[in-house]
């Protein structure tokens, strides 16, 4: 991926900040590193690097003009000291430290309902605070950061092959997305042509993910609705993927199968074998399930006009994967700015207008359309031939753009003269998803918050780090 | 000589009711995780959870008052006695002459009456919501339900529930479009009573979603045994008011020899079995409505009942 990497100063980095607020450019990922913030935005189509030098660790807040920029700003200062000038939310978040301040909330009747970090159910910690008046919900305001690992410390000084364990784990459902993302800008940072088979096998494995994802997630949401039997079937049909991706990358979630320069290993000699039954499976079994979820009128009571995100919030916060595409916006990094060997393949993405849970279902379930005619063009075409290349040892600096599950995966690396990783950052698509779930959340009642959330299913872990 | 066996069949009446009631929880889970393609708890897991909590020290929220500690044994008696008094296998028990169906609907209100209290009492935001909910949705179940008590008892001329279906039991009831009124509205309540789907989930781990389960959040050990063993209790009774009102058929009546009492209780058995049955089928075919909605549906149960007793009316005049 070509993307040029300019050092601002601090008028043009305010210039930056009004071209997002037009929404003229979208904001990819907003990081620091100690004295230095770095800012990745898309301009028609393209994406560019921004760096600040921050004078006494100061730098003009994009916040102020451009709200999705918040949260990471609050971030950056929680873990490098960085502080936004101007920013219109000061609190921490990301470091649990003193009592947080939340919102104040006035007026009449109204009560709030504190929810987690720890749940009644098998999900990641977080914390919910509902202000409601009566059933209905006033306003949702989220506290994360509960999963913090220090992703980014423990990268700073990895040897290349540890930090792409490290990057496999920032979100165990999204690890085929992050190694990609973390490989892709090694690759770039250090000029490496990976073997066409890799690239297509790669690619093979980022579908199977988002296969076994889609598949999880709505079942899951038709069991927040307690439909209990869709999940049943959905589970039944995510085993399958995740068994033949067990067969055929060596791990069900296909942990470590990528890896900078290619692929950990090549498929097993009946690996093409157990993914054309898992496809002909898939193919019989998911239009009767996509039957019943569309024919069941008491589960599309609760999906329809539930939990409604209009187009502009989409934009403005450039929501990446089904929270985006349900909402209007049509973007897909394996399109837009687009990698191999996806140029090569036929797929549509599927948008609506609609915004709600049902958009947000019919999304996956289209995109699960759309993998399974992916996976069949990899395996008609896959080239021969070696799947790994060593990687060379010196320094440079990457970016990568590549499309998860849940949306765009950045990653940004900066190689050291020793071959080891200098600054890596790796940004989860659910920044930019998890404060477009408070606004989707409002005017609705608390009820059906579970039924919304699940449809968004945003990452703790990958937005914590 | 005759009180004797009278009160004999209501003891064994109120502890069979007990004894089969989590039976009867049970093999509805089964039978749902069966239509899921699960292998399911065993049938007799709901006793197992019983004992586990029994044995289990109760944990008291600091916020606790003595409503929250009394409340547990309050809906156990109530739900029991109200249990009590409907006949399962045989009709002429001494307890019902006592007290009507009327009088099982006011028990039935008054266990919810102490949960809402407790839920309300231990101050967690979760137990006030399900106290409103429950609240909301028992201000329109009871008065379908008494529409339905209503309907049948202006049929059988009394309210009393073994004459109610010594009556169903004659020839001259015969089918009446009231009767099909009724029995639906009465469903429909009980699904609304026993938390069940499409009304409340019993099995989720969702807070928000929750009502019945949203109330007791905060019981543990012996207080939660009671809770949970009065609610298979009441799923087993609507399920025999059920049975007892609109399917009679096999009910032994007082003075009959033993032979027909235990012909009688397998008859109950394949009764509750199928009541189960089509409840499992039913809440696995249909998702959980909106909050909001919870209204509509018990809306319809009322005016259900309402039509049943106008209808009544409208026939017997001409």
Known sequence: ??????????????????????????????????????????????????????????????????????????????????????????????????????????????????????????????????????????????????????????????????????????????????????????????????????????????????????????????????????????????????????????????????????????????????????????????????????????????????????????????????????????????RTPGYAPYDQLQFEIPVVQAGDVNARVWIRIQEVGQSLGILEQILRQLPSGPVCEPVARHAGEGLALVEGFRGDVLAWVRIGDDGRVERCHLRDPSWFQWPLLEAAIEGNIVADFPLCNKSFNCSYSGHDL | MAIAIDLLVQLVQMSVVLALAPLLTGFVRKLKAHLLRRQGPPLIQPYRDLLRLLRKEVVLAESASWVFRVAPYLVFAATWVAAALVPTFATGLVFSYAADMIAIVALLGSARFMLALAGLDVGTSFGGIGSSREMMIASLAEPAMLMVVFTVSLMAGSTQLSSIAASMQSPEVGLRVSLALALVGLVMVAIAENARIPVDNPATHLELTMVHEAMILEYSGRHLALIEAASYLKLLLYISVIACVFFPWGIAVSGQGAAAYLAAIAVYGVKLAAGGFLLAVFETAIAKMRVFRVPDFLGAALMLGFLAVLLLFVTRAG
């Open chain 1, 1 to 334: 991926m070509d993307w040029p990497h300019t050092i601002v100063d601090r008028e043009a980095w305010h210039q930056a900040a009004e071209r997002l607020r037009s929404t003229e450019w979208s904001l990819l990922g907003l990081w620091g590193e100690p004295g230095v913030a770095h800012m990745a935005v898309m301009q028609a189509g393209q994406c560019a690097l921004l760096s600040l030098a921050c004078e006494e660790n100061r730098f003009p807040s994009i916040g102020r003009l451009h709200a999705p920029a918040i949260r990471l700003e609050r971030a950056m200062r929680d873990l490098y000291g960085l502080e936004a000038e101007g920013s219109p939310d000061a609190r921490p978040w990301l470091r649990h430290e003193s009592p947080y301040p939340f919102l104040p909330v006035e007026g009449e009747s109204l009560h709030q309902i504190p929810v987690g970090p720890v749940h009644a159910g098998i999900i990641e910690p977080g914390h919910f605070r509902f202000t409601a008046n009566g059933e209905t919900i006033v306003r949702l305001e989220q506290r994360l950061g509960y999963v913090h690992k220090g992703i980014e410390s423990l990268m700073a000084g990895a040897s290349l092959e540890g930090a792409a364990k490290l990057a496999c784990r920032v979100s165990g459902d999204s690890s085929v997305a992050f190694a990609l993302a973390f490989a892709q800008a090694v690759e770039s940072a250090l000029g490496v042509e990976v073997p066409a088979r890799a690239v297509w096998l790669r690619a093979l494995a980022a579908e199977l993910e988002r296969l076994a994802n889609h598949f999880g997630d709505i079942g899951a949401v038709c069991n927040d609705a307690a439909f209990a039997l869709l999940h049943a079937h959905f589970g039944l049909l995510r085993e399958h993927v995740l068994r033949a991706a067990g067969a055929c990358f060596g791990h069900r979630l296909m942990m470590d199968g990528v890896i900078p320069g290619g692929l950990q290993r090549d498929l097993p000699a009946d690996g093409e074998r157990v993914l054309l039954e898992l496809l002909a499976l898939a193919r019989k079994r998911f239009p009767e399930l996509v039957e019943v979820y569309d024919d069941t009128a008491s589960l599309k009571d609760r999906t329809v006009d539930a939990g409604i995100l209009s187009p502009v919030l989409a934009q403005q916060f450039a929501a990446g994967g089904y929270v985006g595409r349900a909402s209007g916006r049509k973007f897909d990094a394996r």
